[in-house]
């Protein structure tokens, strides 16, 4: 793993998100805050959970700090979502720039809730953040398709073949 690597799977999160974005935009706001039939969950608390992660572990690992976790209550419009979405983006790809390969071996010490501390490397920390939001972003895109709101391919595979053909 190399930093020129986390910026590509960084940068796919970005892409992907903005495919989300796109359909959002086409969410009431009722639907926005529904808990999705058998789900158990929103649009906003899964998007606002990825986003938390993604910005929580950033922060364990040196980047722009968050306190508390993010509340989805907080944030009551998809405007607001797509918001601090772009602010984490923005953050990710500041503190990414300034890391160098080596940088990504120093080991990152956290708990996960009253777990027990553990310990690993600044880079496998920051792929599991990039790989958290696809897990995430994956559910996202069911609970659209579910409103009727679907936000088309968000593969990676696309992305390759989309920045791969301009």
């Known amino acids: 793993m190399t930093v020129k690597d986390l910026q590509e799977l960084y940068d796919y999160g970005s892409w992907a998100?903005?495919?989300?974005?796109?359909?959002?935009?086409q969410v009431t706001s009722e639907e926005f805050t529904q808990q999705v039939?058998?789900?158990?969950?929103?649009?906003?608390?899964?998007?606002?959970?990825?986003?938390?992660a993604e910005w929580g572990w950033?922060?364990?690992?040196?980047?722009?700090?968050?306190?508390?976790?993010?509340?989805?209550?907080?944030?009551?419009?998809v405007e607001s979502v797509i918001e601090i979405?772009?602010?984490?983006?923005?953050?990710?790809?500041?503190?990414?720039?300034?890391?160098?390969?080596?940088?990504?071996d120093r080991q990152i010490e956290f708990k996960?809730?009253?777990?027990e501390s553990r310990s690993l490397s600044l880079g496998s920390i920051m792929q599991h953040g990039a790989n958290h939001s696809v897990h995430h972003r994956g559910q996202i895109?069911?609970?659209?398709?579910?409103l009727g709101k679907p936000p088309g391919d968000t593969d990676i595979l696309?992305?390759?073949?989309?920045?791969n053909s301009s």
């Open 58 to 77: 950033l922060s364990r690992c040196g980047g722009a700090a968050r306190s508390a976790r993010l509340e989805s209550n907080d944030y009551p419009t």
């Open 37 to 52: 039939d058998g789900t158990g969950t929103s649009v906003r608390n899964l998007f606002v959970h990825a986003v938390s």
């Open 158 to 163: 696309i992305y390759f073949a989309l920045k």
């Open 85 to 104: 979405s772009r602010k984490v983006k923005t953050w990710v790809r500041e503190f990414l720039s300034k890391l160098k390969d080596e940088d990504l």
């Open 141 to 146: 895109s069911l609970l659209l398709r579910m």
């Open 17 to 25: 998100n903005e495919r989300l974005f796109e359909a959002l935009s």
């Open 112 to 115: 996960i809730e009253s777990d």
